[in-house]
């Protein structure tokens, strides 16, 4: 079967992002063989996972046409949290990371209540919780770094049929979340809310409740992400998480979810995340110049999202019915 | 009639009387206005202003910007509206303390620029800032010399910091100069950006320790990166004491409190200290001097000083991390 120039541009704009990472992947592996060893891929998946976590949760958030910018002081706050019950409460360390699922189900269902029930913009709601949680994070900790027991550290460095823990924490995650979004009602549902919020409540839909969980998500995969930070670190620094957010958004932006609601995947967001790193890490590998690194990730991300916006344009292109005119 | 003992005790008195008459009649108030809360440098640095500010008697009035310069801006307006006497400020970077310091000039107001100086500028101000270049070069310089005693190769690696920090670099460059003598026995085979932040630190130093495996010479450009190294070195099976087979020689910058704990612990090399209680008393002094009209130099330097396993004991008592370490009780600090 031959293949028409029809089905050859559909197939390179389909899969973009993938050639866009095998083309990053292809570079480092010619400047530095080590880079394409399979402990490399490993480390670059453990290093990505909080950020590719988080960036699930924001997934489903931005599906709705929403966005969490408290993502990463949710972070902080949780291991904030687990960090004092452990030192100064002397709590097992399960029940700390319990302590920190909670506070992220708690911000989360904050978040949610106030953009579902309030109607309040979702970007307000969470710049605000971004506050309150990163202050009350420092009034916790009184801005000091904790240092944690190595039981922190064991969590994240022990391997599972030779797979390390944060690796399959992601895998469980993402692989929940696609069947979410690909599988279940509630998963339709949330395209329907991004796409359309005013159609979706006149087909019966219950667009409250629908952000309510799509908030109260992403604040428990901001607690896992920093469940993880915190397990790599052993430590609570007071600027755990700062930026975070942008990370996150960014990952979940290259993964292909659009700003605008509607469009978006929990296997995209992870491929986002492991862009990023892996750019990051091939430059560690290359041991390129320090001031390049802030060049060459933002060249990528705006060469992803430029390729990703092209792609869609293009593919809406040819597959638009061509209907044509009777002239008289 | 005084008696002849009385003769001292009035004249001192009367001293005392005349200089109380010189002193303005009201208390000073300095505003000191941080750009961030962030690490323990900041948190003993503003304590220590605060301390030096109370033994004065002087009011201090607060102001953190939350690593925004823009929000450091209008607290340095507010600082001005309320008429405060002398501002203390610590900047963001070296190009945004600029307009701070032309809004104080406008006002007449001092300001004491404390530990990152502003970029050149026709403004009037004073910089008080550790020498970071030479500190951090005398650290590297130290941990060479250990390394050259040993007779072996090191490959060596740097944990740079936000390289828009002039203070950042200077420790880099301090590293690199360090070094250049040394060529033929240590190698820099990986320099990695931090942009001060823990999570960075510790997938750029686990990524270049998996191509790197033989790494056995680390600076940190700041104590603050400690736990991430620690926690890459431990899971490459290379965090091991002074003596120990496979100790890597390690550096740092700042002198805080895991630090400390470190040096005692027999972990770390070296330390370069930034003399926090220095420079808070330099800063006050400085804004006061101003405020009476007395010249003072623009830049005060602190000099500095490296803490090794040589000195550790003679040189504790003026690490800043020491102290708080021993006040809390924190000389063994969770590794």
């Known amino acids: 079967m031959r293949l028409s ?11 973009a992002p993938v050639l866009l990472y095998a083309g990053v992947i292809g570079t480092f592996g010619i400047l530095s063989p080590s880079f394409l060893s399979t402990e490399n891929f490993l480390n670059i998946f453990v290093q990505c996972s909080a950020v590719a976590i988080v960036a699930i949760g924001m997934t489903f958030v931005l599906l709705t046409a929403g966005i969490d910018l408290s993502v990463g002081s949710i972070m902080f706050l949780c291991s904030a949290i687990a960090g004092t019950s452990v030192l100064h409460g002397e709590f097992p360390v399960a029940l700390a990371l319990l302590f920190m699922v909670i506070g992220g189900l708690f911000c989360g269902a904050v978040n949610g209540y106030f953009v579902a029930r309030k109607g309040m ?6 710049l605000s919780m971004l506050f309150v949680a990163r202050g009350s994070g420092l009034w916790i900790t009184q801005t000091r770094s904790m240092n944690l027991p190595d039981t922190f550290r064991q969590l994240a460095t022990t391997r599972l049929l030779g797979i390390p823990v944060p690796v399959l924490v992601l895998a469980v995650v993402v692989i929940t979340a696609h069947l979410i979004l690909t599988r279940t009602v509630f998963g339709r549902q949330l395209y329907a809310v991004g796409n359309n919020p005013h159609a979706a409540e006149r087909a019966g839909i219950d667009v409250p409740n629908t952000l309510m969980a799509v908030y109260i998500i992403s604040g428990a995969c901001a607690s896992i992400g920093g469940m993880i930070t915190l397990a790599q670190l052993a430590a609570v620094s007071p600027n755990l998480g700062q930026g975070r957010e942008l990370d996150v958004i960014a990952a979940a932006v290259l993964g292909g979810a659009s700003l605008f609601g509607g469009r978006g995947t929990a296997f995209g967001a992870v491929l986002g995340a492991v862009l990023v790193e892996t750019v990051r890490n091939g430059m560690n590998v290359i041991d390129a110049d320090p001031y390049v690194y802030p ?4 060249l990528i991300i705006f060469a992803a999202v430029l390729l990703d916006s092209t792609r869609h344009r293009q593919l809406a292109k040819l597959r638009r019915r061509k209907i044509r005119t009777e002239t008289s | 009639m005084l008696r002849n003992w009385h003769l001292p005790f009035v ?3 009367g001293f005392g009387l005349l200089s109380g008459c010189s002193e303005p009649s009201e208390q000073l108030r300095v505003g000191v206005a941080f750009e961030t809360l962030q690490t323990e440098y900041w948190v003993a640095s503003i304590e220590a202003i605060e301390a030096e500010l109370r033994r004065r008697n002087i009011e201090m009035i607060e102001a953190v910007a939350d690593n925004d310069a823009n929000r450091q801006l209008d607290q340095i307006h507010i600082l001005i509206a309320r008429g405060v006497d002398g501002i203390i400020v610590s900047p963001k970077d070296s190009m945004t303390v600029i307009p ?23 403004g009037k101000s004073v910089t008080v800032v550790a020498d970071n270049y030479k500190i951090a070069r005398a650290t590297v310089e130290y941990m060479a010399e250990c390394a050259v005693k040993t007779g072996r190769k090191y490959k060596a690696m740097i944990l740079i910091g936000d390289l828009g920090d002039i203070n950042a670099i200077g420790r880099r460059d301090g590293f690199d100069d360090a070094l250049r003598p040394y060529s033929d026995t240590i190698e820099v085979v990986a320099r990695v950006p931090t942009e001060w932040s823990q999570d960075k630190a510790l997938s750029g130093v686990t990524n270049a320790l998996q191509v790197n495996p033989d790494i056995n010479f680390i600076f940190a450009s700041t104590d603050f990166l400690f736990p991430p190294l620690i926690s890459a070195l431990r899971t490459a099976g290379k965090y091991k004491k002074i003596g120990e087979e496979g100790h890597v020689l390690l550096g740092g910058f700042d002198g805080d409190p895991l630090a400390y704990s470190m040096l005692v612990e027999g972990y770390l090399d070296a330390d370069g200290v930034q003399d926090v209680y220095f420079d808070s008393a330099a800063s006050v002094d400085a804004v006061v001097r101003m405020h009476q009209n007395q010249i003072v130099e623009s830049i005060i330097r602190d000099p500095g000083f490296v803490i090794h396993q040589d000195n550790l004991e003679e040189k504790a008592g003026q690490m800043w991390g020491a102290q708080i370490a021993r006040s809390k009780d924190l000389t063994r600090l969770q590794l």
């Open chain 1, 295 to 298: 060049v060459i990730i933002g």
């Open chain 2, 100 to 122: 701070m310091i032309k809004a104080a000039n406008r006002a007449d107001i001092p300001i004491v620029i404390y530990n990152r100086p502003p970029a050149d500028n026709d």
């Open chain 1, 121 to 126: 913009a979702p970007f307000i709601v969470t």
């Open chain 2, 11 to 13: 004249v001192v008195l």
């Open chain 1, 5 to 15: 120039g029809w089905n050859v541009s559909n197939l390179g704009l389909t899969y």
